[in-house]
């Protein structure tokens, strides 16, 4: 198991070598490929995931079959906590978008884990907290901003985690389709990708499949505000 990647999850990260160790001993490893479905939103849930490799998406679904994504994790990025924290149904489903491996821990485990260790405890309040704040900013540019203001701020959030900078801008490969991109940004395929062609013309971002290359990342960032 890479450790260097499990210490960036918050469950990690207030953990001295020792004990990282230990934790990382009791932890068990799942690999998936592109595709693949870890779990069900609505399945009953014991254990909670960090991401070692690849990406994974979470989505939800609406009774008409469409869906929407919470999110796209990629390495050191955790999920699974909230049907331990909020006892209940997993409330989203994961879903491998390239192959990915996984370490993972049962509930029972960290809640063990958990004991005595209120700094641990600490790292995950404040990852819940931040997810809070962030669903509270989705909201509101689903209230107040158009779909290009949202396009936009849905690439520099990718660029955030999974760019690479390069003389020609910041390569982002975030590994999604665009209808996976619209359901992301929580608009149709349509809007999306005219907002997409719209910043291409402009010379903001080139187009490549399942990634971008962001040329312009300050007018980007203007109309992402
Ligand atoms: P759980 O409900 O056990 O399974 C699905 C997981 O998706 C959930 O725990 C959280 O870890 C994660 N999740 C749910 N909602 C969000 C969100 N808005 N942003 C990021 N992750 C989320």
Do not use: C
């Not at 998406?57 to 049907?83: H, I, T």
């Not at 209230?143 to 900078?165: E, H, N, Q, T």
């Not at 809007?191 to 300050?218: C, H, Q, Y």
Request: glycine share 8%; proline share 3%; no cysteine.
């Amino acid at each position: 198991m890479d450790n260097d990647v499990l210490r960036q999850a918050p469950l990690f990260s207030a953990l001295d070598d020792e004990a990282a160790t230990a934790l990382s001993n009791s932890m068990a490893e799942t690999k998936l490929r592109r595709g693949d479905v870890l779990f069900h939103e609505g399945d009953s849930g014991d254990r909670l995931y960090v991401v070692l490799d690849g990406k994974v998406k979470l989505g939800r679904s609406a009774a008409d079959g469409r869906e929407n994504l919470l999110a796209v994790m990629g390495p050191g990025q955790m999920f699974g906590e909230l049907s331990l924290f909020d006892p209940g149904p997993r409330s989203a489903t994961v879903t491998a978008v390239t192959d990915a491996s996984f370490a993972s821990l049962s509930h029972e485990d960290l809640l063990r884990w958990l004991e005595g260790r209120p700094t641990v405890a600490r790292s995950l309040l404040s990852q819940l907290a931040s997810r809070l704040r962030k669903s509270n900013d989705v909201v509101a540019d689903l209230v107040f901003s158009d779909v290009p203001g949202r396009v936009a701020k849905a690439l520099l959030d990718l660029a955030d985690r999974f760019g690479r900078s390069a003389d020609d801008g910041v390569h982002v490969h975030h590994d999604l389709t665009q209808e996976e991109l619209a359901q992301l940004v929580g608009a149709s395929r349509e809007t999306v990708n005219k907002a997409l062609a719209d910043f291409a013309s402009r010379g903001w971002i080139r187009l490549e499949p399942r990634s971008v290359v962001i040329m312009d990342i300050e007018r980007l960032g203007k109309r992402a505000r």
